[in-house]
Structure formats: structure tokens, C-alpha cells
């Protein structure tokens, strides 16, 4: 839900689509292929890439072509699963999976994530959320923000599954107990 909200926000930036690019973007099929047209429009908008040309083979520079692939590989790799486990929850397949038609069963359901490993997966919507809108409105900021951006993600991305999760846990008991320990403390002096 974090993912669509997001999206809505930065192509109703004023800055940013007008209003056929958002009506296009709006009738992609699924929630990813909008992420990508977003993407891609704001591209072609930046570098000034015409439609009927790829990216890739339109003459922009390498570095322009290697962060649109980034961009693509993390929507594909990063964004869609978050949003297919989503939709999953949200269509009751908590244990078993169904195919896309809802007619027969892949397997078992994915084991329920942790606070850290859904805490984690929202911080990559909002950095990819970020680099996107950056590259909608300004392609100056694009330029140097980019890098930022996506060290955040591959450095959010080593720990996305909360594995780390029981140390965490023990962290915040442990901090809580001496925060009592502390109170009790100070209500005998």
C-alpha cells in the first residue's frame, strides 16, 4: 500500500507529470508496470528521449543508460516482491499460495516476516520512492543524489529479512531494563 501511495504522490507532483503522462502512467495493468512507466517517462523527459527510440540506443550518455538499468533491476528486484507478498497477505494466502487465477496451489506461504524485515522493506519503497521523484522533477538533483540514494538501498538490501531480528530484540529489553532499573534508582534518592 506504501508502494501505490507513493507512486500517486510523486506523479501528482506538480513539478513533475502533467496530466496525459499521468493518465498513461494510470493504465499501466499492475501496480509495477506503473512504477516503470513512471520511471521511463521521467527519462525520456529528462534526457530528451523520444518514444520511439530505447533509452539504451539513443545516443544519452553511458552513465544515463547504466542508472536507468539500475533503476529497472530494482524496481524488478526489490519493489515487485515487496508488492506480490502484499497482495498475497492481502488475498488471504497466508498459508498456500494460489496461482495467479486463484485455481490451484503453488506451495506453501512464505513464513510471516519479523518487525525489522518489514520495517526494511518500507525503507527500499521510500529510497526507490525517492530516487524517483528526484529524477521526475529535477535531473540536476538526479545527477547528484542518485549515488546516495542507492547505497542506502544495497546497504538496506544485506539486511531486508531481519536476521538480525533476536539481537535487536535483546537490544531493546536490554535498554528497557536498565531504563527501569534507572527509575527505581532515582525513586529511592
Do not use: C
Amino acid at each position: 500500500m506504501i508502494a501505490e501511495a507513493r507512486l500517486r504522490k510523486i506523479t501528482h507532483d506538480p513539478q513533475g507529470f502533467n496530466e496525459r503522462e499521468r493518465k498513461l502512467i494510470a493504465s499501466s495493468k499492475s501496480q509495477i508496470d506503473r512504477w516503470k512507466s513512471a520511471v521511463d517517462f521521467a527519462f525520456r523527459r529528462q534526457y530528451a528521449v523520444p518514444m520511439h527510440l530505447e533509452i539504451r540506443d539513443s545516443g544519452v550518455d553511458p552513465t544515463v543508460i547504466s542508472r536507468h538499468e539500475i533503476i529497472a533491476e530494482m524496481l524488478d528486484d526489490d519493489l515487485k516482491p515487496i508488492i506480490e507478498g502484499r497482495n498475497k497477505i492481502a488475498h488471504g494466502q497466508w498459508i498456500w499460495e494460489l496461482n495467479n487465477l486463484e485455481t490451484q496451489f503453488k506451495g506453501r506461504a512464505a513464513d510471516p516476516m519479523n518487525y525489522l524485515a518489514i520495517s526494511r522493506r518500507g525503507e527500499i519503497i521510500d529510497h526507490l520512492a525517492e530516487i524517483v521523484h528526484v529524477l521526475i522533477v529535477s535531473e540536476p538533483a538526479f545527477q547528484r543524489e542518485f549515488d546516495r540514494l542507492y547505497g542506502k538501498i544495497t546497504s538496506t538490501r544485506r539486511m531486508i529479512d531481519g536476521n538480525d531480528y533476536p539481537q535487536w530484540e535483546a537490544d531493546i529489553r536490554s535498554s528497557g531494563q536498565r531504563r527501569i532499573l534507572s527509575a527505581v534508582k532515582d525513586e529511592k534518592l
